[in-house]
């Protein structure tokens, strides 16, 4: 089975950037949509961003102008800058694959950001 693995988390202070990665263990990012979801203690995961195979992006609103979505496709690779970072972006983020809105592989262990003073 294709595994994810996501890296780049960390601890920063608001205003802070940084960016996150993940890779998969195959090449379904070649033939599928990738979004990147988080997750709050107590809240449900949420999409934050994604990206088709055409390299169309969309965001959540709260996040617009803030976080760039991209892929390497030769890497097996999607990658997520965030910028000018806020406490509410705390959370653990998660990558997957998508097909019409529906997912396609397990969750991964995800990244931990925290934004804090």
């Known amino acids: 089975q294709v595994q994810l693995v996501e890296s780049g988390g960390g601890l920063v202070q608001p205003g802070g950037s940084l960016r996150l990665s993940c890779t998969a263990s195959?090449?379904?990012?070649?033939?599928?949509?990738v979004g990147w979801y988080r997750q709050a203690p107590g809240k449900q995961r949420e999409l934050v961003a994604d990206?088709?195979?055409?390299?169309?992006?969309n965001y959540k609103d709260s996040v617009k102008g803030r976080f760039d979505i991209s892929r390497d496709s030769t890497k097996n690779t999607v990658y997520l800058q965030m910028n000018n970072l806020k406490p509410d972006d705390t959370a653990v983020y998660y990558c997957?694959?998508?097909?019409?809105?529906?997912?396609?592989?397990?969750w991964g262990q995800g990244t931990q950001v925290t934004v804090s003073s």
């Open positions: 990206i088709t195979t055409d390299g169309v992006t």
């Open positions: 997957n694959a998508a097909i019409h809105g529906i997912l396609q592989l397990n």
């Open positions: 195959g090449r379904i990012f070649s033939i599928s949509g």
